[in-house]
């Protein structure tokens, strides 16, 4: 049996996944990251799963990549690590931005580099009061990855994102809520319950709505103000003859509960 990296606990409609390194932090290992691709494979296929939360074993989120990691580690033989990113980080990152179901991060501790940036990039991050963030990648001569050149900006602009991204200082969740890079900071001991809570409430919304407002809001930022008026009037459409649109309006008249269905 290979070892279970990546702890996988269906919670209703939501599927918890829990990196599981806590020995070394959560650091990503290329067995971690696979098994972390599989697990979103498995949830974008199953229709039961309408949320997905992420989360870290023991006190950090994730160390970022596993510098002990053979592929990765210097040994005075050139290594090409830019394979990693290839066969790794670029088709995680986007599995996670195109994921057909909201998906919520729950950052219980340390979150460093690679770390740092698969929480950012999922659609909600919520941060435990003790948790902090590290764009790690300066200090060993690399660039942020993961992502992280086309969020930080994006997140919290370019004077912030070049801070954060030269010095490398650990950031803590407050700061990180108070610039705009997470959405939001729990007391420690409430982090799993209010996140869960979150993604129960996104599980029990129209999850293609959800879904294509996340592509919507990215998919603006590289049109102009004329082309995204259009594009919202193309999904509106769309969403217009689906299920959930129906049901919405219906429940919202009756005075009932929705029960939305599409995905
Ligand atoms: C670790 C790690 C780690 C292995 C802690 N690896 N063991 C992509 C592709 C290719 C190449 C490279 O990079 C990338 C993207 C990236 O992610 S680059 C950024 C990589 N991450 C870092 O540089 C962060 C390194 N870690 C740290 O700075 C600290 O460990 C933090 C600030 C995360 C936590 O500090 P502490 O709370 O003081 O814990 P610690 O340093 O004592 O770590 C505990 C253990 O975890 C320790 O092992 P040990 O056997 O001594 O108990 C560390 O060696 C191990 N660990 N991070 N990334």
């Not at 997470?182 to 209010?194: F, Y």
Request: with cysteine.
């Amino acid at each position: 049996m290979p070892e279970q990296l990546i702890q996988i606990e269906p919670q209703g409609q939501v599927l918890l996944l829990r990196l599981n390194r806590p020995q070394a932090l959560n650091a990503l290992t290329s067995d971690l990251l696979g098994q972390l691709r599989a697990a979103l494979e498995a949830a974008a296929a199953d229709e039961q799963v309408r949320a997905v939360l992420i989360t870290g074993a023991g006190r950090a989120f994730s160390a970022g990549q596993d510098l002990a990691d053979p592929l990765v580690a210097p040994d005075g033989s050139p290594k090409d690590i830019g394979l990693m990113l290839e066969h790794h980080y670029i088709p995680l990152a986007l599995r996670l931005r195109s994921m057909p179901v909201p998906v919520v991060a729950a950052v219980n501790g340390v979150a460093a580099g690679a770390g740092a940036n698969l929480a950012l990039g999922c659609d909600l991050v919520l941060a435990a009061e003790g948790a902090s963030f590290i764009q790690a990648f300066g200090k060993i001569g690399l660039v942020p990855d993961c992502g992280g050149t086309w969020l930080l900006p994006r997140l919290v602009g370019r004077a912030k994102a070049l801070e954060l991204a030269l010095l490398g200082d650990k950031l803590k969740a407050v700061d990180a809520e108070r610039l705009g890079l997470i959405s939001r900071v729990v007391p420690d001991a409430e982090l799993l319950d209010a996140a869960m809570a979150v993604a129960h409430k996104l599980a029990g919304l129209p999850t293609r709505a959800l879904v294509e407002t996340r592509r919507a809001l990215d998919e603006a930022l590289k049109l102009d103000f004329d082309a995204a008026l259009q594009r919202e009037a193309a999904l509106q459409r769309q969403l217009g003859f689906a299920h959930d649109y129906q049901e919405g309006v219906a429940a919202f008249m009756d005075k009932r509960a929705p029960r939305f269905k599409d995905r």
